[in-house]
């Protein structure tokens, strides 16, 4: 059966980062992490080519902006907290709720599939 998860926190990466292969992530700003958008520990993620990055919730659901590499991949070394003087801070109240309530919608079909 397929398994289903209430957060992509649970699980453990599965796209053969150096550091995080095999393992749950916690931290998004690791110098030498190389997971993908779409790593199994990559929370539900907003790719946003108007701000040239994603943007996601931490476990804390304090949102995280990172910045694209290259096609597919992302810049985590300078992955940052979206706080007070941060470029997106202005857009950010609408964007954790959009997230939130995303997230929040999803719930009840987990386990449906
Ligand atoms: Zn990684
Ligand atoms: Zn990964």
Same mark, same amino acid.
């Given at each position: 059966?397929?398994?289903? $998860?209430?957060?992509?926190? /649970?699980?453990?990466?599965?796209?053969?980062?150096?550091?995080?292969?095999?393992? @749950?992530?916690? &931290?998004? %700003? %690791?110098?030498?992490?190389?997971?993908?958008?779409?790593?199994?520990?990559?929370?539900?993620?907003?790719?946003?080519?108007?701000? %040239?990055?994603?943007? *996601? +919730?931490?476990?804390?659901?304090?949102? #995280?902006?990172? @910045?694209?590499? /290259?096609?597919? %991949? #992302?810049? #985590?070394? $300078?992955?940052?907290?979206?706080?007070?003087?941060?470029?997106? *801070?202005?857009?950010?109240? !609408? &964007?954790?709720? *959009? !997230?939130?309530?995303?997230?929040?919608?999803?719930?009840?079909?987990? $386990?449906? +599939?």
């Amino acid at each position: 059966m397929h398994r289903t $998860y209430r957060n992509a926190r /649970e699980r453990a990466c599965d796209c053969r980062c150096p550091i995080h292969h095999g393992r @749950p992530r916690s &931290i998004y %700003n %690791n110098p030498d992490c190389h997971c993908l958008a779409t790593c199994a520990s990559q929370p539900m993620t907003l790719l946003a080519p108007e701000i %040239n990055g994603a943007v *996601f +919730l931490d476990a804390a659901n304090a949102l #995280w902006y990172v @910045p694209s590499l /290259e096609p597919g %991949n #992302w810049d #985590w070394r $300078y992955a940052t907290c979206v706080d007070m003087g941060h470029p997106q *801070f202005p857009a950010s109240t !609408l &964007i954790v709720d *959009f !997230l939130r309530e995303t997230h929040r919608g999803l719930l009840p079909l987990l $386990y449906r +599939l």
